[in-house]
């Protein structure tokens, strides 16, 4: 089975962000973001970071800046999510990219996808310097992300994934055509009423990395969900709503020296 375990919240100067700490031991300062500490008022209230869903482009410009200040670094390297299947490298991305996922050998840029519901998954090798971060949601994964995704590591069992906060198999009602896509993974689906069904987007995810050689032992999964948009955004609890984000980079030899001596 997977690990389940609970994001460590950490203060980052104001900013309060949810660290993967299991990441840290290869050398990747990876954290999601909640919906607190940002300028956004109204149904984005307060950190969104989407410029996508009709929030104000000042209040979300000033809102990545914080966490790209949490992150150490000037900017955050986002794209354009289109729930397909195409992983870029970070370092030839611009913000109008199409792509579903960022992987890196280990510049200073800082990896950003962002959720409200989706898988937010940070995938790390531990052979090599490279990592990537996917955004994941039932078309995602349906399409084949996390095959796109694990093309980029020579050897899946050196891989480590983790999983941060998305909807739960409780909270994710779907249709039979949704269903329909999932049904070779039976534990993610439960009855529902009529011809629904419950999907749990996280054991889908960690059933795919499985079949694509990832060693379950090397999974974790956060025990947060985005479920009630408490914490975390829900586009199931509420829509329009903003997006949280999933931050991963590798720093530098000698920024992590600099931010020891500090």
């Known amino acids: 089975m997977s690990t389940a375990v609970t994001l460590s919240l950490e203060m980052r100067g104001t900013l309060g962000v949810h660290a993967f700490v299991g990441a840290r031991r290869f050398g990747v300062d990876a954290f999601v973001t909640d919906r607190f500490g940002g300028v956004s008022a109204g149904p984005y209230e307060s950190l969104n970071l989407g410029d996508h869903v009709g929030d104000l482009a ?7 800046r914080r966490v790209a200040e949490a992150s150490g670094v000037e900017r955050l390297t986002i794209v354009r999510q289109v729930h397909g299947t195409d992983v870029v490298q970070g370092t030839s991305a611009v913000q109008s990219t199409c ?13 950003c996808v962002l959720v ?15 990592f990537a971060v996917i955004h994941a949601g039932w078309r995602g994964l349906d399409a ?38 999932f049904i070779d993974v039976a534990r993610a689906l439960h009855p529902d009423l009529g011809d629904r069904s419950r999907l ?7 059933d795919r990395l499985e079949r694509l050689g990832v060693d379950v032992r ?15 955004f829900s586009d199931r609890a509420a829509r329009p709503c903003g997006r949280i984000a999933l931050v991963a980079r590798r720093p530098s030899m000698r920024v992590a020296l600099d931010e020891e001596l500090a």
Do not use: K
């Open 218 to 232: 090397n999974i974790s999964r956060s025990r947060q969900s985005t479920d009630g948009a408490e914490t975390f």
């Open 144 to 181: 084949g992300v996390l095959t796109s995704a694990m093309r980029l590591f020579a050897v899946p069992r050196s891989v480590h994934a983790f999983i941060g906060p998305c909807i739960s198999g409780e909270g994710y009602q779907v249709g039979p055509d949704v269903a329909g896509r």
């Open 116 to 130: 409200a519901d989706c898988v937010p998954l940070l995938l790390v090798d531990e052979s090599s310097t490279r």
């Open 99 to 111: 792509a579903d996922g960022l992987w890196s050998d280990g510049d200073d840029g800082a990896l």
């Open 200 to 206: 749990d987007l996280g054991v889908v995810t960690v």
């Open 58 to 64: 000042d209040h979300v410009i000033e809102n990545r």
